[in-house]
């Protein structure tokens, strides 16, 4: 089993950041990707940021190109997300999840464990 716990998020201004990361642990632990997804009220999950764990490189929303960026810390078994210039439509529950096999990190169906979310409201 794997488990993954988010933190970070809360309540900003519009134009203000936050930072999530989440953390990994279990003995099942591996990862070929870690990824960032969100679900707003009413609305499907959809994909923000992956970040490949052995080679650290990302892919990214383009709803969110430019204004965040997922990094990873190997030793640790944590990824962040620091979120900038936000804006209210990025306003939902965001989702860490753990991809261990998958190259397809865009899909939500390719990740095998998912972490509880934390809330993120963008006020105008």
């Known amino acids: 089993q794997v488990q993954l716990v988010e933190s970070g998020g809360g309540l900003v201004q519009v134009g203000g950041s936050l930072n999530l990361s989440c953390a990994a642990s279990?003995?099942?632990?591996?990862?070929?990707?870690m990824g960032w997804f969100r679900q707003a009220l009413g609305k499907e999950r959809e994909f923000v940021a992956a970040?490949?764990?052995?080679?650290?490189?990302?892919q990214y929303a383009d709803s969110v190109k430019g204004r965040f960026t997922i990094s990873r810390d190997n030793a640790k078994n944590t990824v962040a997300l620091q979120m900038n210039s936000l804006k209210p439509e990025d306003t939902a529950i965001y989702y860490c999840a753990n991809d261990k096999r998958s190259s397809y990190i865009t899909r939500a169906d390719a990740y095998d464990y998912w972490g509880q979310g934390t809330q993120v409201t963008v006020s105008s």
């Open positions: 279990g003995p099942a632990f591996t990862s070929y990707a």
């Open positions: 970040i490949n764990w052995a080679y650290g490189s990302s």
